[in-house]
């Protein structure tokens, strides 16, 4: 299996929702990450989770919190969020052998 | 600090002719080098990669890349493209792992005209 799920495939939340975005993967991996991606542009890192613990932020906003509940599973819990953090939220993990990262189908997000 | 870049925003080619996508890389030591295809609105998924070794590396759907350490190039090349390889086409070098962190060249968009 190498594949890395993500769900849900769309959502449409308000400013003032609470909602998580799941991942899952069953590939042994050791680390797990969120990344956003803007329309036409790359994906940017968000957070890196490496044997469920958090080791990169890469300084965003309190409104994104991530929580890996154990070494296959990753959320990302959104709050109070605004129109521009509307994106793909991509999801991706690799092993401790090896450092290619698979990721996800990603959330659609749209924050209206 | 590491960084990729790909100069072609956009490429047309035809149907059954050649292709090369061109990638620059700025690293410190022997980098990792991935090349990832992305269907519109789908995620990402691994053509190939390089980590040591031959130079020249096979991946998924045909396609193949040369890294060339003198021109710090990873050029992504096909024999003969398919309809179905119109996508976004992300470089990217690094590893997301410790301290490091996967870098993205900016995309190049591949159209194929038949």
């Known amino acids: 299996d190498t594949e890395v799920t993500q769900t849900p495939k769309h959502l449409v939340m308000g400013m003032t929702n609470k909602k998580s975005l799941k991942c899952e993967q069953h590939?042994?991996?050791?680390?797990m990450y969120w990344y956003k991606q803007k329309a036409k542009k790359p994906p940017e890192l968000m957070f890196v989770y490496s044997y469920e613990k958090l080791s990169i932020n890469e300084s965003v906003p309190s409104r994104f919190s991530p929580e890996c509940p154990n070494s296959s599973l990753l959320n990302l819990h959104l709050h109070a969020l605004q129109p521009e953090d509307s994106a793909l939220y991509l999801c991706?993990?690799?092993?401790?052998?090896?450092?290619?990262?698979?990721f996800g189908q990603g959330t659609r997000l749209t924050v209206v | 600090a590491q960084s990729v870049t790909q100069p072609d925003i956009h490429i047309t080619v035809s149907e059954g002719a050649s292709l090369e996508l061109r990638c620059n890389y700025s690293y410190g030591a022997t980098p990792y080098l991935f090349w990832y295809v992305q269907s519109p609105g789908q995620g990402l998924q691994l053509l190939l990669k390089y980590f040591s070794g031959d130079t020249l590396v096979q991946g998924i759907k045909g396609f193949e890349a040369e890294f060339k350490r003198s021109q710090s190039s990873f050029n992504l090349r096909k024999p003969s493209v398919h309809w179905s390889d119109a996508a976004e086409y992300f470089c990217?070098?690094?590893?997301?792992?410790?301290?490091?962190?996967?870098?993205f060249g900016t995309g190049t968009r591949l159209t194929i005209i038949p």
């Open positions: 991706a993990s690799s092993g401790t052998e090896s450092t290619e990262a698979f």
């Open positions: 990217a070098v690094g590893a997301n792992f410790g301290n490091e962190k996967l870098t």
């Open positions: 590939m042994g991996h050791r680390a």
